[in-house]
Nanobody
Framework: QVQLVESGGGLVQAGGSLRLSCAVS????????MGWFRQAPGKQRDLVAV???????TYADSVKGRFTISRDNAKNTVYLQMNSLKPEDTAVYYC?????????????WGQGTQVTVSS
């Protein structure tokens, strides 16, 4: 069984920084695209940033220039460095990874980690 384990959330003041980590563990075939999504209370889950196995990245407009996604393929781990945090960044952050091989890829989700930014 493959699992995603997140860490690094917490409470921070506006303007501060946090770094989220997500490690994939278990019987892994291969990990393709990895990413971070977030969901604020009463809102849908939205994409924050994704990174392909080759290192190409995509960011939501709201976090461009403030957040940086990176990954360590040897460790099957993805990171999200969040700088200049704003109260509107408050949400539960979920790690996502596509696991599989060939043409068979299954999206996996972490349990979520709370990020709270106080004004």
């Amino acid at each position: 069984q493959v699992q995603l384990v997140e860490s690094g959330g917490g409470l921070v003041q506006a303007g501060g920084s946090l770094r989220l980590s997500c490690a994939v563990s278990g019987s892994i075939f291969s990990i393709n695209t990895m990413g971070w999504f977030r969901q604020a209370p009463g809102k849908q889950r939205d994409l924050v940033a994704v990174i392909t196995s080759g290192g190409s990245t995509t960011y939501a407009d709201s976090v461009k220039g403030r957040f940086t996604i990176s990954r360590d393929n040897a460790k099957n781990t993805v990171y999200l460095q969040m700088n200049s945090l704003k109260p509107e960044d408050t949400a539960v952050y979920y790690c996502n990874a596509y696991h599989g091989y060939g043409t068979n890829w299954v999206p996996l989700w972490g349990q979520g980690t709370q990020v709270t930014v106080s004004s």
